[in-house]
């Protein structure tokens, strides 16, 4: 893996998708030969588009699993595992909920909490499985903005590692490939459509690599992640469609006071952000409109108990960063 200071952007105007294509193939190849690398998908964008350049690359010699962590989206391990069979590659499906949550167990800071699964998904459970398949490579999807923010201090991505001076090899017996660490998101996006991604996966708003984790303020438990999916999916209906780059919906830590049958109801608070953007280096609100916003707050307060506020992020990035942690 090349250090933060080797990886160079590709910008879109130079970007040629079917000769990034071709150049990354290669690079799989020669750096694989003929053994078998381990491929973590997710079902975002990045991790969708590195599937699909290590199945050309590789094909049977590519082994793709997905880590059923507990803290991603409604339904998500079910829909990744359809969307590429159909695509012609098979997954795997890991149970490894227990082992994330364990991790993730009375940490309230955000950086411990981003080492936890760090940790947990390189060293426990991708360790394990690359013991059994004796594979020596993991392909992942780290791009340049990972990178850029990471290095530069803003927030630590968990999918970066040699950038960091970490030797996977060491740490954790193997060695990490990442064909798309050159591009921003729009790059990959370009480059998913080229490979024959379908609209929904590559068009798909970005999705973080400690998924539901990154959208809880304070401790992560299964009933909390439970909450934020649940707004998430609300989320997901009422905005399908609209024109933003991505948006997300966070549970704050501190209680806040309600109103249910004349009674105090001493609930939680939902802050819903949506973004425009080109690069996710810089970023607005997006203008929902009232009606809009007044429909998200009216489902979340009703439909996800415990749920007696619901507020709308205003401020740029930055200061502001997309991700609340």
Known sequence: ??????????????????????????????????????????????????????HRA??????TVFIEN???????????????????????????????FSALKGLTDPEEKREAITQTF??????????????????????????????AGIKRQHNILAQLGIDTRKEFGYLVIEPIIELRKTGVRRVGRALGLPKDIFDRPPFPGPALAARVIGEVTPERIATVRKATAILDEELAGAKAF?????????????????????????????????????????????DRLTRLADRMTSEVPGVVSVTYNLAKKPPSTIEAV
């Open 122 to 151: 390189y060293k426990r459970v991708f360790g394990r499985i690359v013991r059994e398949s004796k594979a020596k490579y993991l392909l992942q999807g780290t791009n340049f903005t990972d990178v850029e923010e990471t290095v």
């Open 246 to 290: 991505q948006w997300l919906a966070i549970l704050h830590e501190d209680r806040v006071t309600g109103l249910r049958s004349g009674k105090r109801d001493f609930g939680m608070q939902i802050e819903v952000r949506c973004w425009n953007s080109t690069d996710a280096v810089t970023a607005t609100p997006t203008r929902l409109g009232f």
């Open 70 to 100: 507990g803290i991603m989206r409604e339904g998500e391990p079910r829909l990744v595992v359809q969307a590429f069979k159909k695509l012609g590659v098979e997954v795997e499906l890991i149970d490894a909920k227990k082992e994330f």
């Open 1 to 54: 893996m090349p250090k933060a200071s080797d990886v160079k952007e590709i910008r879109l105007k130079d970007l040629d998708e079917q000769k990034f294509i071709e150049r990354q193939v290669r690079a799989i190849r020669g750096k694989v030969g003929e053994g078998v690398a381990i491929n973590a998908l997710s079902g975002g964008v990045d991790s969708s588009v590195v599937t699909m350049l290590g």
């Open 58 to 63: 590789l094909g049977d010699r590519l082994r």
